[in-house]
């Protein structure tokens, strides 16, 4: 089982970036989806995540009406789209899933395989 983060880079303050998780041995459909984030010296923090179904989402205050996510089940990937960045989102990002038949988990604790983390940059 792995989840393969990509799509991380260093872009400018008010840019755009997406990063993408996408599952091999395991279907995605089974499973709740959440893009977390760290930043140097600070805790591991959810910032979106999507239910199984993709009707259930959830977005951390400091990144709603800025950041989207989606997922197409049918590629086994989930997206995270990040407009408007700021120097404060710069961090690793990391996907994780959670095997769970309805709603999304809040907590790292509630998800059961981790990708590698991509690394996001908001250059000033």
């Known amino acids: 089982v792995q989840l393969q983060a990509s799509g991380g880079g260093l872009v400018q303050t008010g840019g755009s970036l997406s990063v993408s998780c996408t599952a091999s041995?395991?279907?995605?459909?089974?499973?709740?989806v959440g893009w977390f984030r760290q930043a140097p010296g600070k805790s591991r923090d959810l910032v979106a995540a999507?239910?199984?179904?993709?009707?259930?989402?959830w977005l951390a205050d400091s990144v709603k009406d800025r950041f989207t996510i989606d997922r197409d089940n049918a590629k086994n990937t989930v997206t995270l789209q990040m407009n408007s960045l700021r120097p404060e989102d710069t961090a690793v990002y990391y996907c994780?899933?959670?095997?769970?038949?309805?709603?999304?988990?809040?907590?790292?604790?509630?998800?059961?395989?981790w990708g590698q983390g991509t690394l996001v940059t908001v250059s000033s």
């Open positions: 999507t239910s199984w179904s993709g009707v259930s989402t």
């Open positions: 041995g395991l279907s995605l459909d089974r499973y709740a």
């Open positions: 994780a899933a959670a095997f769970r038949d309805h709603g999304v988990g809040y907590t790292s604790e509630e998800y059961d395989y």
